[in-house]
């Protein structure tokens, strides 16, 4: 069975950082697509960062304009995580935060985590 969990979210203060981790287990993820998204009250859920397998052991990361510059993914091959690194957090990015991966050739997001809150306080 595949599951996917996220950890690390928490309260911080406007500038400062955070860092969220996401494991995938239950199955061989090592060419999956994994991904951040993340969802505001009464917003849509939308793309936050992605990884994605290229080869051998070199992924391709990918990241929304409101966060590239400010947040960086960080993929571990053998150990199935994704980690995100937020720094110079604004009051914005406060929102649950969810993992998903997408299998090979899907043309979707297949699995999804919970979610973890990330507040950030002026």
């Known amino acids: 069975q595949v599951q996917v969990a996220e950890s690390g979210g928490g309260l911080v203060q406007a500038g400062g950082s955070l860092r969220l981790s996401c494991t995938a287990s239950g199955d061989t993820f090592t060419r999956a697509t994994m991904g951040w998204f993340r969802q505001s009250p009464g917003k849509e859920r939308e793309f936050v960062a992605s990884?994605?397998?290229?080869?051998?052991?070199?992924?391709?990361?990918d990241y929304a304009d409101s966060v590239r510059g400010r947040f960086d993914v960080s993929r571990h091959h053998t150990e199935h995580t994704l980690d995100l690194q937020m720094n110079n957090l604004k009051p914005e990015d406060t929102a649950v935060y969810f993992c998903?991966?997408?299998?090979?050739?899907?043309?979707?997001?297949?699995?999804w985590g919970q979610g973890t809150q990330v507040t950030v306080s002026t």
């Open positions: 990884s994605k397998w290229i080869g051998g052991t070199t992924y391709y990361s």
């Open positions: 998903a991966v997408k299998i090979p050739d899907s043309d979707r997001w297949d699995y």
